[in-house]
C-alpha cells in the first residue's frame, strides 16, 4: 500500500507565486494567518477562499497536488467538525436524540453546523495557503533564506535564526522521505504475513507497533547520517556564511504587499460592516 501525499513536495512551475520572494511569501502567509483567525464574517470568509483559489490558479499548481496534501489531514478535519456539530448550542434546534437513558444525549443546533462548516472552511483555507506557499512553490534553500533574512532583526536578541529556519526546512524535507519510508515497512510488513485492516481498534493499533520502530530507528539513521554529512562538509551554522544569490525586491513582491495589506484591511472592513452570520 502507498501513500500519495504530496505534502512537503516542491512543484516546479514557471508562475508569478513561484518568483515571488521568499520572504514575501513569508510575509503574506502570516497576514494570512492572521486574517483567517480575525475573520468573523460569512462575506470575509468568501474573500480568503476566493484569494486562495486564485493564487492556486497563477500558481500552475494542479488541484490534485493541492488535495493529495489534505489528504493525512481528512481524518482530523472530519473530527473536529463533528465535535462541533454536536457540542456547539444555538437558539436553531434542528434534532436530538438520546444515546443512553439519563445520561447521553446527543442535541444538533443550526448554530452548530455553521460553526462546523466555517471551521471546516478556515482549516482547510490555512491547510492551502501555508502548503501553497512554503513548500509548493518554493525550494528548500529558498525557503531557508527567506526565513533567515526575514527574522535576521532577531539576531540581535541572541535567537539562533540560521539554526531555527534549517531546523524547518528539514522537517519539511523529509516529510515525503518519511512517508515513502512508512509505505516500504508496511509492505514488508504486509509481505510477511501482517494485517493492517482487520479486528477492532485496539488489534489495529497494536499491529501498528512494528511499522513505528522501525519507522524510528530510520528516522534516527537518517537523523545521524544528515548530520555525518554536514559534519564532513565542515557546516558550522550562519557564521560566515555566503550566498550565491542575494534576495532583492522586485516589482512584484511590491504588488503581494499590496495584497497582503488590502486584504487584511478588506476582513476588518467586512467584519464591522457587513452583514451575515457572524461567530
Known amino acids: 500500500m502507498g501513500f500519495d501525499v504530496s505534502l512537503g513536495q516542491y512543484y516546479e512551475a514557471n508562475s508569478f507565486v513561484h518568483k515571488l520572494d521568499p520572504r514575501m511569501k513569508l510575509l503574506f502567509v502570516i497576514v494570512f494567518l492572521v486574517a483567517t483567525f480575525v475573520a468573523k464574517n460569512i462575506f470575509a470568509f468568501v474573500l480568503l477562499?476566493?484569494?486562495?483559489?486564485?493564487?492556486?490558479?497563477?500558481?500552475?499548481?494542479?488541484?490534485?497536488?493541492?488535495?493529495?496534501?489534505?489528504?493525512?489531514?481528512?481524518?482530523?478535519i472530519i473530527f473536529t467538525a463533528v465535535l462541533n456539530i454536536f457540542f456547539t448550542k444555538g437558539e436553531n434546534y434542528l434534532w436530538g436524540k438520546e444515546i443512553i437513558p439519563n445520561f447521553w444525549r446527543v442535541d444538533i443546533y443550526w448554530e452548530g453546523l455553521i460553526n462546523a462548516g466555517i471551521l471546516v472552511v478556515r482549516i482547510v483555507t490555512l491547510l492551502i495557503g501555508t502548503s501553497l506557499f512554503f513548500s509548493y512553490t518554493t525550494t528548500p534553500i529558498e525557503l531557508t533564506d527567506g526565513i533567515e533574512t526575514g527574522l535576521a532583526p532577531l539576531k540581535k536578541i541572541k535567537i539562533p535564526i540560521h539554526e531555527f529556519a534549517m531546523m524547518m526546512t528539514i522537517a519539511l524535507r523529509f516529510i515525503p522521505t518519511l512517508i515513502d519510508e512508512t509505505s516500504k515497512i508496511m509492505n514488508a510488513q504486509k509481505a510477511r504475513g501482517a494485517d493492517f485492516s482487520s479486528g477492532g481498534l485496539i488489534k489495529r493499533a497494536k499491529a501498528l507497533i512494528p511499522i513505528i520502530i522501525p519507522l524510528f530507528v530510520s528516522a534516527f539513521r537518517r537523523a545521524d547520517e544528515l548530520a555525518t554529512a554536514m559534519e564532513c562538509r565542515c557546516y558550522h551554522g550562519g557564521n560566515g556564511r555566503t550566498r550565491m544569490k542575494i534576495l532583492k525586491?522586485?516589482?512584484?513582491?511590491?504588488?503581494?504587499?499590496l495584497i497582503s495589506v488590502a486584504m487584511m484591511v478588506s476582513v476588518i472592513l467586512l467584519n464591522i460592516y457587513a452583514g451575515g452570520y457572524s461567530l
Open 249 to 257: 525586491m522586485k516589482a512584484r513582491d511590491y504588488i503581494m504587499l
Open 49 to 76: 477562499v476566493a484569494l486562495i483559489l486564485f493564487f492556486v490558479i497563477i500558481s500552475r499548481v494542479p488541484l490534485r497536488v493541492i488535495f493529495k496534501g489534505l489528504k493525512p489531514l481528512i481524518v482530523i
